[in-house]
């Protein structure tokens, strides 16, 4: 989790480098540095508790760290969508950033898809309020995240890919 957790803060870091609006930057960098500390802090733990063993104190301790861990990657990707939606500039031709980039557009084009079915095929009530019933909710960056077999979490494919891990093809 600690790695997955590393992952997500460079994904984060390299969003908010292109995000064109500065306060969706600040955010997500602000979201990614909480992030990068609550991963240190559960490396830590875990060692702790791997040494010292069982303990009931060190158990919910370590379980407390899993449970921040995971909200605070819910804050990254809640900015990445903020950012992803005010638009982001170009990456500069680093493999990991035009992966992350993809990746966002791919995102994107599913929330936009998915807009315009909702728009075309709106449940309205008589005060012309869309009904909540039976909607279905609009894609987020975590659903497209848990939607992929592992296998295929590099996405897209880059033409030339380097020697070990880039960003998105690690379990987030």
Same mark, same amino acid.
């Given at each position: 989790?600690?790695?997955?957790?590393?992952?997500?803060?460079?994904?984060?870091?390299?969003? =908010?480098?292109?995000?064109?609006?500065?306060?969706?930057?600040?955010?997500?960098l602000?979201?990614?540095?909480?992030?990068?500390? &609550?991963?240190?802090? #559960?490396? &830590?733990?875990?060692?702790?508790?791997?040494?010292?063993?069982?303990?009931? =104190?060190?158990?919910?301790? #370590?379980?407390?760290?899993?449970?921040? #861990? &995971? /909200?605070?990657?819910?804050?990254?990707?809640? +900015?990445?969508?903020? +950012?992803?939606?005010?638009?982001?500039? /170009?990456?500069?031709?680093?493999?990991?950033?035009?992966?992350?980039?993809a990746?966002?557009?791919?995102?994107?084009?599913? #929330?936009?898809?998915?807009?315009?079915?909702?728009?075309?095929?709106?449940?309205?009530?008589?005060?012309?309020?869309?009904?909540?019933?039976? +909607?279905?909710?609009?894609?987020?960056?975590?659903?497209?995240?848990q939607e992929?077999?592992?296998?295929?979490?590099? &996405?897209p494919?880059?033409?030339?890919?380097r020697?070990?891990?880039?960003?998105?093809?690690?379990?987030?």
């Amino acid at each position: 989790m600690v790695s997955d957790g590393q992952v997500v803060v460079k994904f984060g870091n390299i969003l =908010a480098k292109h995000c064109l609006d500065q306060r969706c930057s600040t955010e997500l960098l602000r979201a990614a540095e909480h992030t990068q500390s &609550i991963s240190s802090q #559960l490396g &830590i733990v875990a060692r702790v508790k791997a040494v010292t063993g069982e303990s009931k =104190a060190s158990s919910e301790l #370590l379980l407390s760290n899993v449970q921040n #861990l &995971i /909200q605070a990657v819910q804050h990254v990707l809640r +900015a990445a969508e903020a +950012a992803c939606v005010k638009g982001l500039g /170009q990456p500069s031709g680093d493999p990991e950033e035009e992966e992350v980039a993809a990746f966002c557009q791919q995102w994107r084009k599913n #929330l936009t898809q998915h807009r315009a079915k909702e728009a075309l095929n709106s449940d309205r009530d008589e005060l012309g309020l869309r009904k909540t019933r039976g +909607a279905k909710a609009e894609p987020t960056l975590m659903s497209l995240v848990q939607e992929q077999p592992p296998q295929s979490r590099n &996405i897209p494919k880059h033409p030339n890919p380097r020697k070990g891990h880039t960003v998105m093809d690690r379990h987030l």
